[in-house]
């Protein structure tokens, strides 16, 4: 007759089988390391050069401005901030238009976490993006960030927040972040 303690031992595979799993575990881990590191150094790369280059075709077109210009504009002008989000993380556009987006919008304005959710938002980026942030085609001017502190474009979204300031701040996801239609 066998105790319950000799027969849990017996089931249960043997310590150094667990410990050779590990160990032939690490060049997997390091290989996987190897790949994972050069692909986000390069990815990110490529973001950012891509946000350089359109902030160069911005300028040559005349349509980029600094961030002193745009917070001076916003204070004395007014007009909309247009706060293109690709994801939480970035990259995020800021986009200056002397007009009043809200009233000038055939389509409701939400928020941006909400726009991206749902297919049913979609016609006001599409027409934002071709009225304002289109590189092509739009009117709104780039304003240039990358140096920027995060909290002073925090400070100036909040400004924008209050009924005293007459400059307001809407956020979009710009069409290619929507989901897709079924079948596309």
Not at 8 to 31: C, D, F, N, R, Y
Not at 37 to 60: C, D, F, N, Q, V
Not at 152 to 168: H, T, V
Request: net charge positive.
């Amino acid at each position: 007759m066998q105790t319950q303690g000799t027969e849990s031992a017996e089931k249960q595979p043997s310590t150094w089988t667990g410990a050779v799993m590990g160990i032939a575990m690490i060049p997997v881990l390091l290989v996987g390391a190897c790949l994972a590191i050069p692909y986000t150094l390069g990815a990110r790369w490529l973001r950012l050069h891509g946000e350089h280059k359109l902030r160069l075709l911005m300028k040559s077109r005349g349509r980029l401005m600094t961030w002193p210009e745009f917070a001076c504009a916003m204070h004395k002008r007014g007009g909309t901030c247009i706060e293109e989000k690709f994801t939480a993380k970035g990259p995020v556009r800021i986009w200056w238009t002397p007009e009043d987006v809200r009233r000038e919008s055939p389509h409701e304005i939400i928020d941006w976490f909400t726009m991206r959710k749902g297919r049913q938002y979609e016609p006001f980026a599409h027409w934002c993006r071709a009225r304002y942030t289109s590189a092509e085609a739009g009117s709104a001017v780039l304003v240039d960030t990358p140096l920027v502190p995060r909290r002073e474009i925090y400070a100036l979204w909040s400004e924008c927040r209050s009924d005293a300031m007459k400059a307001q701040w809407i956020e979009v996801a710009p069409p290619e972040i929507l989901p897709h239609k079924p079948g596309q």
